[in-house]
């Protein structure tokens, strides 16, 4: 299948190829992905990400205020007015969200908007919401990059901390080297090469809304390829047996930042 440049949100993830996403969910257990199948996310972290996702690509689902007439006295969307209204704003591929929501999207927009290398990058990978497809390890897969230009990729993420220390928190928190080696090796297999470069651009979701710009390095990168790998094993195992596994019942091991705590500590108390 040819690289896509104008599929919708909605066609693009009611396919049945093996996403990033799922594949990040068979890590953590092939039973969550079972569960997360035909659900959708709506939380609020989730909406949040997408709606800066449409205003700073523009393109993607858009962000709506709910009607005060909607909602209760005291301003929550907890009527059944306002939960109908949600729905229909859904329906119609909108977001539905308080007002007060709206003003820190649009903050964090232009906050990356005003970053000069992520403008940089928006500028020289003018393509949006791509989606490629390819059979990967025999797993047929899918891949939507948020920023493509041909020979290099980026994906837009909102965090609660994006310096160096925190995003490098959330990429082994959220497996977000996982994420990119299933981009890259989707796209191998779809066009023959390897990408030159992948960029995450991180905004954070509270003033200031400081921005960076972050790449990973060649081992980060490359436990990110070997896990890629292991969730399409996973994937074709379960499908094979049909068998969707939880978590196994295992003796725990004390992580060794625990161990080195408890140790400094009593140190301490030995020397008082």
């Known amino acids: 299948m040819p690289i896509i440049f104008d599929m919708s949100d909605a066609e693009y993830h009611g396919r049945k190829e093996l996403s990033s996403t799922q594949a990040r969910q068979i890590l953590d257990s092939p039973a969550k992905y079972k569960y997360w199948q035909g659900r959708e996310n709506n939380s609020h972290a989730f909406d949040i990400g997408k709606a800066v996702h449409a205003r700073v690509l523009g393109v993607g689902a858009q962000a709506v205020a709910y009607p005060d007439d909607v909602l209760a006295a005291n301003g929550a969307a907890s009527t059944k007015a306002a939960k109908e209204w949600a729905d229909s704003a859904r329906a119609d591929g909108l977001i539905p969200m308080k007002a007060t929501d709206l003003r820190p999207i649009e903050d964090m927009a232009e906050a990356v908007l005003a970053h000069a290398e992520a403008r940089q990058i ?31 990729g980026a994906d837009l993420k909102t965090a609660v901390d994006a310096s160096p220390d925190g995003f490098n928190r959330a990429v082994n928190a959220h497996s977000l080297h996982v994420q990119e080696a299933w981009y890259r090796d989707v796209h191998r297999a779809e066009t023959g090469t390897d990408l030159d470069e992948f960029k995450f651009l991180v905004v954070e979701k509270t003033a200031p809304y400081l921005v960076a710009v972050y790449d990973l390095d060649i081992v980060w990168r490359d436990i990110g390829r070997e896990r890629a790998a292991e969730a399409r094993q996973r994937w074709l195992h379960a499908t094979t047996t049909g068998v969707w596994p939880g978590y196994e019942s295992q003796t725990l091991s004390c992580p060794p930042f625990v161990f080195y705590d408890h140790e400094t500590r009593y140190s301490e108390e030995i020397n008082i």
């Open 122 to 152: 928006l500028e020289d990978a003018p393509a949006r919401e791509v989606s490629l497809f390819a059979d990967v390890d025999g797993v047929p897969s899918r891949a939507r990059f948020d920023i493509y230009g041909v020979t290099s």
